[in-house]
């Protein structure tokens, strides 16, 4: 059964947690429970977050694994420093127990190999209050968008820059306007380098925004891809803003800095409703597992 935005009741919240939620417009939000993490499984790579209680500690990124690392990775409690996994610049506890794994996926086969994991908790797309949303929608998207109107109280456009870059919207009841999808900035330029025999394989941070009219091969791609991507940016924006003319820009996934800083250059009137937001997913997670564990019968919860 889905869930209405309206059925989310958030009336206690630790005096010390209610600053790091209030950016979030979630504001007397969130109960107390135990350190827990989220997963949102992507098409290149896995996306991790620490909570501890409510409040997100830190995010990070793997590879996919296979299932022997995976249950690696479990048998350590989920030390990604002794299995190798994280940069050891990023401080993570060493659990006293085992966390809840709360997941979001779009690839079906690591879905199975997490789901193995007895305090894991899928969410699915019928767990996202978007309305009626089409039932192929990716729940990457899903839960960004659920995430984004949390943070703007209202309408909000997601802009995911992901492999695939994907823009997604929602009004302020929450329900999905619709949205877009096609090939990322890493995945145009490795398509060309890949597929032709002349042109280079061309990386995402050495480059900036071109002439229009180049004069070398590198900065022909570079215009190529660049000038459409911004281009296509600004159509979707600016229809989007004739329907939500307040509504804020949310920019996520893994190109988050770099699409960022292309469309401040190529939009600038624009740059005052961009909103970064790298965690974005993983905001739209924490809202929808406080749900659940609030309406599990005690019996249920484990903590």
């Known amino acids: 059964m889905r869930l209405s935005s309206t059925d989310i009741n958030f009336s206690s919240v630790p005096s010390r947690s209610r600053k790091t939620f209030r950016k979030f417009g979630l504001g007397n939000s969130f109960v107390k429970f135990n350190d827990w993490l989220g997963l949102s499984i992507g098409n290149s790579r896995l996306h991790w977050a620490w909570f501890s209680e409510d ?4 995010s990070w990124d793997t590879p996919h694994l296979d299932a022997f690392k995976i249950q690696r990775l479990i048998i350590n409690q989920f030390n990604f420093h002794r299995c190798q996994l994280i940069d050891p610049s990023i401080k993570l506890p060493q659990w006293e127990s085992m966390p809840d794994l709360w997941i979001i996926s779009v690839v079906p086969h ?22 009626d949303a089409y039932p ?9 968008a659920w995430g984004a109107v949390q943070l703007a109280g209202g309408a909000a456009l997601v802009i995911d820059c992901g492999t695939a870059m994907t823009l997604t919207g ?21 398509s060309l380098g890949q597929s ?19 004069m070398n091969t590198a900065e022909s791609i570079s ?23 307040s509504s804020p820009i949310y920019i996520t996934g893994g190109d988050t800095v770099f699409i960022t800083n292309l469309i401040r250059q190529y939009l600038p009137h624009l740059a005052s409703q961009l909103r970064p937001e790298k965690d974005l997913a993983f905001l739209g997670i924490s809202t929808l597992r406080q749900y659940q564990i609030q309406h599990r019968s005690p019996s249920c919860v484990q903590l």
């Open 55 to 58: 409040v997100l500690q830190a």
């Open 110 to 131: 690591q879905t199975q190999f997490w789901q193995q994991y007895l305090r894991s908790n899928l969410l699915t797309l019928n767990d996202i209050p978007l309305g």
């Open 136 to 144: 192929t929608l990716g729940g990457d998207r899903a839960i960004s």
């Open 170 to 190: 929602a009004d302020a009841a929450g329900c999905l306007v619709g949205g877009a999808i096609f090939p990322g900035l890493r995945l145009q330029l490795q």
């Open 196 to 214: 032709t025999a002349a042109l280079p394989t061309l990386i995402p941070e050495n480059i900036k925004l071109p002439t229009r009219w180049a």
């Open 223 to 245: 215009s190529g891809v660049l000038h459409s991507i911004a281009s296509s940016m600004n159509s979707f924006i600016q229809d989007w803003l004739t329907r939500f003319p």
